[in-house]
T-cell receptor, first 116, second 111 residues
C-alpha cells in the first residue's frame, strides 16, 4: 500500500515552454502533497506544500507564478513549470501524506526535467 | 535556520564492513527523524523513522539512534553488501510539517 506515482518520469522541452508534472496517490487519499526539487549532487529542497482544495504554500525563494500547483482532488496534485528555462532543469519529486496519518510522507519516483 | 549536515559525504568500503553514517541538525525541536535511501536517478525509500521520544530504531541490518538534545542521529549498517550502495539521506520533521533533508552520504560497497 501507500504508493505514489509521478508522470512523466522524464521530460525534455524547449526553453519557454510549459511542462506539467502529475503526482498521484494510488491507494490512499492525500489531503497534503509536497513538491521537492533536487539539483545534481544536492539534497532535496521543499518547494511548496499543497492542500486539497486550497492554495499551495510556497517556500521562500520559490516563485509561485512560475511553479503553478493544483491539488484539485484527494489523489492528484500537479506542478506546472511555466516558461521553463535551462536553470529549471532538475529532478522534481512529490510526496503525499495519508489523511489518516500525520507523520509519514510517501514519495513518488521523481520526474527528471531537462530544458534545452 | 534549520540545517542538516551529513558526514561523511561519501564512503567507499569493501563488503562485510560495519558502517556508521552521521547526521546533525541545528534545530533540535524535531517531531521525528527519518532515514531514507535514494538510488541514482530514483525516488526515496524510507528506511527508518524515529520519534522524538525514542532513542533508536532497528530494521534488519539497520539501526538508527537519535540524540535529540544534541541534534544528532546515527545510522549503523551491519555487514554491508554491494546492494547497500546508494545515497543515504536523513531528514528531521518539524512541527511545520516540513522535512529538512541533509545533503546525504554516497555509499559504495564493493565486492
Amino acid at each position: 500500500g501507500a504508493v505514489v506515482s509521478q508522470h512523466p518520469s522524464w521530460v525534455i522541452c524547449k526553453s519557454g515552454t510549459s511542462v506539467k508534472i502529475e503526482c498521484r496517490s494510488l491507494d490512499f487519499q492525500a489531503t497534503t502533497m509536497f513538491w521537492y526539487r533536487q539539483f545534481p549532487k544536492q539534497s532535496l529542497m521543499l518547494m511548496a506544500t499543497s492542500n486539497e482544495g486550497s492554495k499551495a504554500t510556497y517556500e521562500q525563494g520559490v516563485e509561485k507564478d512560475k511553479f503553478l500547483i493544483n491539488h484539485a482532488s484527494l489523489t492528484l496534485s500537479t506542478l506546472t513549470v511555466t516558461s521553463a528555462h535551462p536553470e529549471d532543469s532538475s529532478f522534481y519529486i512529490c510526496s503525499a501524506r495519508d489523511r489518516a496519518g500525520r507523520e509519514t510522507q510517501y514519495f513518488g519516483p521523481g520526474t527528471r526535467l531537462l530544458v534545452l | 535556520k534549520q540545517e542538516v549536515t551529513q558526514i561523511p559525504a561519501a564512503l567507499s568500503v569493501p563488503e562485510g564492513e560495519n558502517l556508521v553514517l552521521n547526521c546533525s541538525f541545528t534545530d533540535s525541536a524535531i517531531y521525528n527523524l527519518q532515514w531514507f535511501r535514494q538510488d541514482p536517478g530514483k525516488g526515496l525509500t524510507s528506511l527508518l523513522l524515529i520519534q522524538s521520544s525514542q532513542r533508536e530504531q532497528t530494521s534488519g541490518r539497520l539501526n538508527a539512534s537519535l540524540d535529540k538534545s544534541s541534534g544528532r542521529s546515527t545510522l549503523y549498517i551491519a555487514a554491508s553488501q554491494p546492494g547497500d550502495s546508494a545515497t543515504y539521506l536523513c531528514a528531521p520533521l518539524y512541527d511545520t510539517d516540513k522535512l529538512i533533508f541533509g545533503t546525504g552520504t554516497r555509499l559504495q560497497v564493493f565486492p
